[in-house]
């Protein structure tokens, strides 16, 4: 099993709306990083997060890290064709300079 | 800053043939990661290189081998392709190994 679990896998939304995708580990997280990857092509990096509560935005994408640090959610509002892609979120565990990785949310803006 | 490129971006080779991709990091980084990702798997990390040693490995066969020079750039390379080698092969950038960003991928085909 994924050491990162994300959720929902994918997710089909019209356009406009708002959506949630979740990222969660049983362990206390080091840092926590939302990419975004349309197909085939590489990673863009969206936001890192690191203290417990903390909260950034850019643009119309929102991403939390809870007090416990263990899970992440990414919220996007009023979503727009742009947003298409594979979301993925990476982990710190703390060691040995390597992230974990989620298995992604593959996203889907209807016109 | 120019970002992390990778060559070739697209090749197909021949089962039993070997292959060798290569990698330009972000000026000033030196830390060269190499992921493989295919639609089953998703994103699994290879190995890593800081200052020109492999600092992690994740966990590939010895068929997969990379190096690191003294500019930072890196190779991987891929010995005795198997059909199971086709993916997307990824290389990320980083100052100290965490906060990575991602070349457009090498797209591996083989047949």
């Known amino acids: 099993s994924q050491e990162l679990e994300q959720s929902p896998q994918s997710l089909i939304v019209q356009e406009g709306k708002n959506l949630t995708i979740n990222c969660t580990s049983s362990k206390t997280l080091y840092g926590l990083y939302w990419y975004k990857q349309k197909y085939g092509e590489g990673l863009i990096f969206l936001m890192m997060l690191q203290k417990g509560g903390e909260e950034k935005s850019h643009e119309k994408i929102t991403a939390k890290l809870d007090e416990k640090k263990q899970q992440s959610s990414l919220h996007i509002t009023a979503s727009q064709p742009s947003h298409a892609g594979i979301y993925l979120c990476g982990a710190d565990k703390g060691s040995n300079y390597q992230l974990i990785w989620g298995a992604g949310t593959k996203l889907i803006i209807k016109p | 800053k120019a970002g992390v490129t990778q060559t070739p971006r697209y090749l197909i080779k021949t089962r039993g043939q070997q292959v060798t991709l290569s990698c330009s990091p972000i000026?000033?980084?030196?830390?060269v990661s190499w992921y493989q990702q295919t639609p089953g798997q998703g994103l699994q990390f290879l190995f890593e290189?800081?200052?020109?040693?492999?600092?992690n490995k994740g966990n590939f066969p010895g068929r997969f081998s990379g190096r690191q020079f003294s500019n930072s750039r890196s190779e991987m390379n891929v010995s005795t392709l198997e059909l199971g080698d086709s993916a997307l092969y990824l290389c990320?950038?980083?100052?100290?190994?965490?906060?990575?960003?991602f070349g457009p991928g090498t797209r591996l085909t083989v047949t």
């Open positions: 290189y800081f200052s020109e040693t492999q600092r």
């Open positions: 000026s000033g980084h030196r830390s």
């Open positions: 990320a950038s980083s100052f100290s190994g965490v906060e990575q960003y």
